[in-house]
């Protein structure tokens, strides 16, 4: 039997279908409607920038570091251009056979292996490292030819730091590296805006001037947007905005005068600070041995880097600002003003001085038990008495002792533009009790004062704080943070800005009693300990020999220096200011294990004197006399400043450094006579 549809049912079941199907594709073109208008009016902006991005690479534009130069314009730290071979780890299969392919194209030394190694452990996976830098043309053309080889291997044309004159002045102008992880996770908490600065950027200043004032010569980094293709090959650049290079950093100190004096010290250890009392400008910075900083800016490699930390004469120690030695009789001069800033001694009061200091039962010696006889204090400071010392320090007391010393910088941070610097050990009752454990040890025994009063005992300070001590009392009591650099030049302006430093407020000292400390330490180079060093000196100047000892001695036990292991001996130092009545030269000096401070010291303190205040360079007979520790007073024929030369410096490719025609003038001679010496 046929079945009969009903079609009126069949048809409102076909138009139910229509409409759905109308109504899923209305529905579908009102979400791809919604979605465009989203697209496309919402977020247009946001969308249309990471298109913009996606085609558009910013690429940051590393700038040119600033130059590092002396108070006369020679260049102390430079740059130069050289092509690198680096590799992305993250882009390579196998990055040491890939480094045995180079090897083949391009000399690969094991100390470029070795500093591409310690660099990877160092660096993200994703960061270029190089494996050769300072590639010839030869060596660009040969990898060039064969550059699809090598995936994640490209060539970079980069800057790279440069010190002309090798180990001179290193310990002042330091030196720059790779930044580290370290470092980069100390760069993360700074501003965004100083960030963005240092994208793109290598190295960092990491000792030294290059230390502490990198912002001023990093310089501001520029950016460059280039078009790219899809596969992120640069197609053309649409535009730039270009680096703006580093600042020039001038110091105060005279490189030739530096030069002199490291040839004045040779192959033994020491330091030497001098300071201009007027201002604080540092005009000598020396610590001795010195290291070549050019050694790690490329990373030092570890044969080199075993050499320097394993010398037992410590190169990489600043000695004239982390250095801390027992002053010695060089600490007399202050003993004696805080006598009478206390009141505690008259400048007249005098005693017998037989070599030898009683106290509870133990005898404190002169050297050789040196007799000096009826001692005032003028004499005792001429004659470096002992005994005067010790029975003064015993009636000052090691507090009075502390608050005494203390303003003047001993055992305090001075504040120089340089970071690293330590505070040394100025004792007191309070520095015992905090600084042991045990009960007996907390306790100060009084026997314990009395070694003070010579320098010796606790007391250990660094150069720069016996510089900057003697800078504050030969001035009547004008202080001053030490500062190495004088100005800062803008490169694009080449306006000036003096840095100044920042001056102190002035100790209350009666001009009657420094006077009193000048007029006896001009006595030491008239008729004292020094009096060999300074015949024929046509300037009158201030000084005191320091013996200090490097190791103590056992009770009874005798000191003779050539029974001794050369590092257990004696330091030599001497402390010098001039001219006596108005001093624009305050300076310390002390070389190591030398022995006593009129045959070692003293000699290099008078030739940076006659050097700054006459324009008188040392023969070369002379030089080497002080070399070898036999200085006196000058011999041979001294010569003009201005007309000795500079010390050979050389680029990066060996070639000589040209000069500046103001590099001949001695820092005498600078026009600006509010800082020159």
Known sequence: MTEIKNLKQELGRFRARVWAAVGFVLFCFALLVSRLLVLQVSRHDELSTQAENNRIAVVPIVPNRGLIVDRNGVVLANNYSAYTLEITPSKVDNVEATIDELAKIVEVAPRDRRRFKRLREESKSFESIPIRTRLTDTEVARFTAQRFRFPGVDIQARLFRHYPYGELASHVLGYIGRINIKEKEAIEDWPEEEQANYRGTDYIGKLGIEQNYERELHGLTGVEEVETSAGGRAVRRLRSRPPTPGNTVHMAIDIKLQALIERLYGTRR?????IDPRNGEVLAFVSKPTFDPNLFVDGIDSENWKELNESPDKPLLNRALRGTYPPGSTFKP?????????????????????????????????????????????????????????????????????????????????GIDLKGEVTGLLPSTDWKRRAYKKPEQRRWYAGETISLGIGQGYNSFTMLQMASALSTMVSDGRRYEPRLVREIEDVLTREKRVVSSQALVPLAFKPEHTAFIREAMHGVTQEGTSTRVFLGATYASGGKTGTAQAVGLKKNEKYVASRMDEYQRDHSLYEAFAPVDQPRIALTVIVENAGFGAEAAAPIARRVLDYLLLGQYPSEEDIEAVRQGKGGPPIGVPRKVAEVSMPHGQDAFGGDVPLPASASAPAAASSSPASAP
Not at 270 to 274: D, F, I, K, P, Q
Not at 350 to 365: I, L, T
Request: hydrophobic share 45%.
């Open 334 to 414: 202050f003993m004696a003003l805080a006598a009478l800033n206390t009141g505690k001694r008259s400048a007249t009061m005098s005693m017998y001085d037989s070599g030898v200091f009683m106290f509870g039962g133990h005898k404190f010696r002169s050297p050789e038990n040196e007799q000096t006889g009826m001692v005032d204090m003028r004499r005792a400071i001429v004659k470096s008495s002992n005994v005067y010392f010790y029975s003064l320090a015993n009636e000052l007391g090691v507090d009075l002792i502390h608050s005494q010393m203390s303003p003047l910088g001993f055992g305090r941070l001075t």
């Open 270 to 274: 020491g330091a030497l600070v001098a």
